[in-house]
């Protein structure tokens, strides 16, 4: 299958500081990829989704300037979390859609874990 | 908007056996149902997917059935093995009808499959 890739896997930093994620889709383009959060045992939140060349559309009660998303390229998604703090501490995960016939399908990276001191 | 419930919530099942997970959705123009297995630690993998075209899917050991009419789906695990243990999350979409159209997803199941 697909493939999508996250770097990094896991990232500690100190509060105030900010973290860039990076998602990728490795075997195809994506002109949509979409940003998730998830906290212990429950389901994946939906943050934004990610348009390449255009805006991210952030999900009610998301904030954009502390979320910043980049989409330049078909194959790369940025996450950058600004100034953060130990309530951003979570499992970030990234998905890409498959511009080609099926377009429906998404394919997950492996999440990157992010603790915020 | 969409709604997606899935049950049971969490689900033991004897090595050996089959395991059955449902869910049910609202919007009817939806039409794209695939199903995520999540490792601890790890991001969910697409295992199978069905598309209303079709009202059963099968791959190995795992099949997916849709039923349009009553607006459910359900994922069938047999002669379940210790590997199958996983969150599983089954998901809604409407296919192709925006470019940024939203997967929603149930809740998640866990399945433990015990020896």
């Known amino acids: 299958g697909a493939v999508v890739s996250q770097h990094p896997s896991r990232v500690i930093c100190k509060s105030g500081t900010s973290v860039k994620i990076e998602c990728r889709s490795l075997d195809f383009q994506a002109t949509t990829m979409f940003w998730y959060r998830q906290f212990p045992k429950k389901s994946l939140m939906l943050m934004a989704t990610s348009n390449e060349g255009s805006k991210a559309t952030y999900e009610q009660g998301v904030e954009k300037d502390k979320f910043l998303i980049n989409h330049a390229s078909l194959t790369l998604s940025t996450l950058t979390v600004t100034s953060a703090h130990p309530e951003d501490s979570s499992f970030y995960i990234c998905s890409a859609r498959d511009s080609g016939l099926l377009a429906d399908t998404q394919y997950f990276g492996p999440g990157t874990r992010l603790t915020v001191l | 908007g969409e709604n997606v419930e899935q049950h049971p919530s969490t689900l033991s099942v004897q090595e050996g056996d089959s395991a059955v997970i449902k869910c049910t959705y609202s919007?009817?123009?939806?039409?794209?149902f695939p199903w995520y297995k999540q490792e601890l630690g790890k991001g969910p993998q697409l295992i199978i997917d069905?598309?209303?075209?079709?009202g059963e899917k099968k791959d190995q050991r795992i099949a997916v059935t849709l039923n349009k009419t009553a607006k459910h789906f359900s994922l069938h695990i047999t002669e379940t093995q210790p590997e199958d243990s996983a969150v599983y999350f089954c998901?809604?979409?409407?296919?192709?009808?925006?470019?940024?159209?939203?997967?929603?997803f149930g809740k998640g199941t866990r399945l433990h499959i015990l020896p």
């Open positions: 998901a809604a979409s409407r296919s192709g009808a925006v470019r940024d159209d939203k997967i929603i």
């Open positions: 069905i598309r209303s075209n079709v």
């Open positions: 919007d009817s123009a939806s039409n794209y």
